[in-house]
């Protein structure tokens, strides 16, 4: 059974920084392209960032590019997004995705997510 499990959420001051991970099991994680997503309250589903199998390439969306990174620890099953320069408008629940395959960028599975606040 896929199990995607994220952690790190917080409440943050603008301008800080947090950590989210997204353990996962169940399946072999360096075979697949993995993906976070975000639900601001009252607003739908906004990709975030996409990195490759081995993490070798990675995607942001625009408004995250160079304020978000994201990276894969393989021997650890483990994905990260690493969040500096927060703002207000980037409080939502976060979820980590599961790709369809080793290059496919297309999401079949998600976390439960992890809250994250940026409020003064």
């Known amino acids: 059974e896929v199990q995607l499990v994220e952690s790190g959420g917080g409440l943050v001051q603008p301008g800080g920084s947090l950590r989210l991970s997204c353990a996962a099991s169940?399946?072999?994680?360096?075979?697949?392209?993995m993906s976070w997503v975000r639900q601001a309250p009252g607003k739908g589903l906004e990709w975030v960032s996409a990195i490759s199998w081995n993490g070798g390439s990675t995607y942001y969306a625009e408004s995250m590019k160079g304020r978000f990174t994201i990276s894969r620890d393989n021997a650890k099953n483990t994905l990260y997004l690493q969040m500096n320069s927060l703002k207000s408008e980037d409080t939502a629940v976060y979820y980590c995705a599961k790709g369809r395959s080793l290059l496919d960028y297309d999401m079949d599975y998600w976390g439960k997510g992890t809250l994250v606040t940026v409020s003064s």
């Open positions: 169940g399946f072999t994680f360096d075979d697949y392209a």
